[in-house]
Each structure stands twice: as C-alpha cells, then as structure tokens.
C-alpha cells in the first residue's frame, strides 16, 4: 500500500514501506527517462538550509528544483545566518515555513530532522543529521542497485569503511529489511555498525555478519558500498589519523569479483578507491551521484503534490 506523499515528511527511511520505496523508485525512472514536465513544480520555493557542507546533496536538489521549473533559496553557510547570533533551530524553521514551500535540512545533530519537521506545517526533507540517516541517499542508492542488478531482492550487499558513524549505510541496512539481503559489514572495531541497528536487523531476521578484511568478502559480492573514514566526526583526531588507511581499495584487489558486481560510494572519496577502480566495468559511483538528481526530482513532485 502506497500512502499520499503530497505534504509528507521524508526523514527516515523506516517510515517508508516496500511499496511506497518502489513507488519513489518508479517515479524518479520517469524523471530519468524524461516523462515529466520541465514545468512540473512551476511557482514552487525549496528552501535549502545546510548547515552542514555538502556538494551532491545540496546541487542534485538544487538542479532537481530548477530542472521542474521550480526555485530554490537558503544558505550554505550557517555562520552567515541568525544561529551565529543564537537563534534557535525552532525559530529559524518557524520563520522559513512563511517563505517557501517545501525544506530541505542538513544539520550535525541527530534527531535535528525531526525537530524541524514537528516545527512547521510544510513538508522536511532530511538531507543528514548528523551520523543517524540519510534516507534520500538511500533512495538514490536502491534506485542504483536496482539499475545495475535489475533487481533489489535477494542480494549479497558488503557495507564497508566507517559504520559506526556513516548515516548513508545505517539508512541503507534498515532499507534491506524489505529485500532479503544478506548483509556483510566491514569496518575496524571502533567503526562498527551501531548496535541499535544491528537489533533492528536482527529484529526483521536479515542476515548480517562482521569482518576485518574487505578482501575477504569480494567474492561474495552483488554490491559493495563503500564510505569514507569521517574526520569531522572524530573528536579525537589522532584516532582519526590510525584508522584513516585501514581500507585502501586498488583495482586488482577486485579480481576475484563477480561479473554482476557494482561499487557504490555515496563519495566523496578520500584514499579508500583509488582512481584505477573508476575504470574498472564495477565502478557505479558516478552514476550514483547522476541518480541523485532524478530520485530528488520525484521526492519533490511528491511531496508538493505535484
């Protein structure tokens, strides 16, 4: 069953059933194939509040907007806003409601997504918060799985690098509850999936096991996910410097993958894929990034009620 999007929240992935992902799936290929009006989201107003940096994220839904005949306003730079001067979260958010139609927020705190979103009666679209979800990032990812397996059901999928800390895969083992996926975490023991997730898979009965060793896993592959070692989230820097060179992926270390293999990155890479990998016929994260676009333009066609 597929409930209305038209003035949804979109801020965790688990809110969403199998059918209403597939959903999101099935209108962003429209977007892809050119299905849609380049006027679709005419005199519409996405507010973009990132207080956090970002590229992908922020420019997909920017160009998402702009591309339906829609525009965009917001800021990039929190320090150049009211919170330098103290304003709230809630009065900012209270304010922005009056000024556009649709939000999209990035911010380092977990559960900030919520907030907003309990604050204002347009619809929230959570872009991060903090190391908790990503779930657009998630949708853009199935949406790539899917293009490149022809499928999502039933895959072996190796989430690898910072788990402890990278919302893209904490979003996307949560979203392998609808597949059947079995599930094979890679990470140094201070990295690891948190546990929270780990007993909401196990909860739902999805397969997971926990590794040291990314080579030891390639071959078992339908999809590996990488992500990279998050300096900004370590307080202790010298940790981050020990852990940083943990995974450092070079084109023959895939030699013993499968012909359907795919690598994902949610990028930006530092040194965990080296650029020989892009040349590799595994190599899916650019047009992962490409995939953001068109899965964005249907979030917001749905959401406005468009």
Not at 161 to 168: A, P, Q, W
Not at 218 to 226: L, R
């Amino acid at each position: 069953m597929v409930r209305s999007f038209t003035g949804r929240d979109i801020i965790s992935i688990e809110e969403f059933s199998k059918d209403e992902i597939e959903h999101v799936l099935d209108v962003a290929h429209d977007h892809e194939i050119g299905n849609v009006s380049s006027t679709a989201l005419s005199g519409t107003l996405l507010g973009n509040l990132f207080f956090e940096p970002s590229t992908r994220t922020r420019l997909s839904f920017e160009s998402a907007m702009h591309r339906l005949g829609g525009k965009v306003t917001g800021f990039t730079d929190s320090t150049m806003t009211s919170s330098k001067k103290g304003e709230t979260l809630y009065d900012t958010m209270k304010m922005l409601e009056h000024y556009v139609d649709v939000a999209v927020i990035r911010h380092p705190l977990e559960g900030s997504a919520r907030w907003a979103a309990d604050t204002v009666n347009i619809p929230v679209i959570n872009a991060g918060d903090g190391a908790n979800e990503h779930p657009t990032q998630t949708l853009l990812d199935l949406y790539t799985i899917k293009q490149s397996q022809g499928k999502l059901d039933g895959l072996s999928i190796v989430l690898a690098g910072d788990l402890k800390y990278g919302r893209t895969t904490h979003s996307l083992a949560r979203a392998c509850v609808h597949f059947g996926a079995r599930l094979y975490f890679v990470a140094p023991g201070a990295l690891e999936m948190p546990r929270e997730v780990c007993n909401f898979l196990r909860e739902k009965g999805v397969k997971f096991s926990f590794h040291r060793d990314v080579k030891e896993v390639v071959s078992k592959a339908d999809i590996m996910y990488f992500t990279r070692i998050q300096e900004e989230r370590f307080a202790d820097k010298m940790e981050y410097q020990s852990l940083r060179n943990n995974y450092r992926m070079k084109a023959s270390d895939f030699d013993r993958a499968k012909s359907n293999m795919k690598i994902l990155h949610p990028l930006p890479r530092n040194d965990e894929l080296d650029k020989s990998i892009d040349d590799l016929p595994y190599a899916e994260y650019f047009k992962q990034a490409k995939n953001g676009l068109f899965v964005r333009q249907a979030l917001l066609r749905l959401v406005l009620g468009k």
